[in-house]
């Protein structure tokens, strides 16, 4: 067996939510080509923005991702575009996540030749993000897209906001873009057995990376008003290294304090296989476990 | 997204474990076929016996399953054969396995449709065992082989052992298949802090099915001389109703009963990722949980 099908998972925000044509000209590069699979494609009509979730092998996905980039740039205005969330761009963000026989580092390369691509052939200026980025001040998307499109002209006359590729204005109606490589994120949540929100909120404070927490770890408390109970609401930005269980097991610990019990907990959206076993071999103390002995890896080769 | 590919796993025993040639040339015909994947295959030259594991498409594996039992009756004389394994055939047994997109119903249809075809084309007399099986004493392999390639000719002159398929005698050279489909087994082993294997055995005999257990769990107590431990040894023989942390769980509450602590566990070889997700969902207590929100699954649809 040496198949090693590398695969990419692939995440692009487009400044579009409400109109169904322009959605499904922008969507449909991802559809019935081999070696991609859309998985997903959200609209919210508030937000006017679609989020894109597609997987596919290195070449392929790149081809119909430009494709697709090319679309949007041209049947997005930003100049007339309004919507409650936060965007700079036609193509606003463009985060590539390693899925299988793809190291972060690959993904990093990958996502700066595509970032460069489509800087050149649809002239658009690109922010490098996450692990791709060229600077620490660049990793956080949401330092990146403070001004957001209306503000982007004069934000990139700051030298320190020089793109890292592609002309150094504005394009006049597809703004700006952020491309970067980033791990997986999983939305993991975890009940507890309370009303109380500032309990949920001094155990986020607890576990989460940003107030001394877990390093790959980002937390909030919320209230769940028709279950009269709340929730420290996290977001797991490297399963690999902060494991679901441990920030479970820290919350149950940190409950404990306010006589509080976990009463249950969810998965929002999708999560690798990867990030789930690991957790059962903890629980059941699987010795020498290998993914490899998982069936479904190993039809993925 | 309508694409739903059915996929069944077949893990043919071949009795032939030590002639490198005839092994590869029984193997050929599972390599480098559109939807069939060779996993593994395995001989042992004590046993005298290979074991191949294989998943594909439906009328793929079908194909290279016919293809290689052609070759094996070709290459095996059983009445030369010798090995520690019980066997009755140059083709020992072929169990096939619902992976996806498959019900336990369509794959004892399409055992079913195998084995008479295997039966025509090479003139061998077929028993459906397990799932497939035509009446309950044919369910367990172990009773079907009773007797072995030796036994077989009085054993098939006896009304109730007239082959499922196939003719009423005995192939010359090429013995018995038995052909049956079943769910995929998990090797589980549970490790206790104890070198007393009574304990290990008395414990087994409270988890398993046979003796007032788990419907689904078989176990016997083994000892693991280098490391001073005994274990309980299972085979969980239906997952999707016999969960794996329910056989521990239940392995620890026996355990308490001798003050012995569970130290561990093991899983041998291959195991569907929903063996382990439905584990992690238990001890994470994750609520309304999909199996279509892991990737990996979706990847596959």
Known sequence: MTATKKLIE???????????????????????????????????QNHNRMVVTVVGEPQALRQSL???????VEQIDMTKHEGQ????????????????????????????????????RYNLPIFLYEASASTPARQNLA???????????????????????GPDHVHPTA???????????????????TDNLEIANQIALKVRHISGGLRFCKGIGV??????????????TDYTKTALY???ELVRIEARRYGVNVVGSEIVGLVPMEALIDTAV????????????????????
């Open 85 to 120: 969330h936060p965007r700079m761009g036609a193509v606003d963000v463009v985060p590539f996540i390693p899925i299988r026989n793809v190291t972060m580092a690959e993904a990093v390369a990958f996502s700066k030749a595509v970032a460069r691509e489509i800087a050149e």
């Open 66 to 72: 430009v494709e697709a980039v090319g679309i949007a």
């Open 223 to 236: 209230e769940l008003k028709d279950r009269g109970i709340v929730q420290v609401s996290m977001n797991m």
């Open 175 to 193: 703004g700006v873009t952020a491309v970067g490589a980033r791990m997986p994120l999983v939305a993991f949540n975890v009940n507890l057995g």
């Open 143 to 165: 330092v990146v897209r403070k001004g957001q499109f209306e503000g982007m002209p004069e934000k990139l006359k700051q030298l320190e906001w020089k793109p890292d590729f």
């Open 282 to 301: 903890y629980y059941m103390g699987i010795e020498n476990f290998s993914i490899n002995q998982v069936l479904e890896a190993r039809l993925m080769e």
């Open 246 to 248: 441990r920030a479970l």
């Open 10 to 44: 692939c995440v692009p925000n487009f400044s579009e939510g409400r109109d169904p044509t322009k959605i499904e000209k922008i969507v449909q590069p991802f559809r019935g080509k081999e070696g991609v699979k859309l998985l997903d494609y959200q609209r919210d």
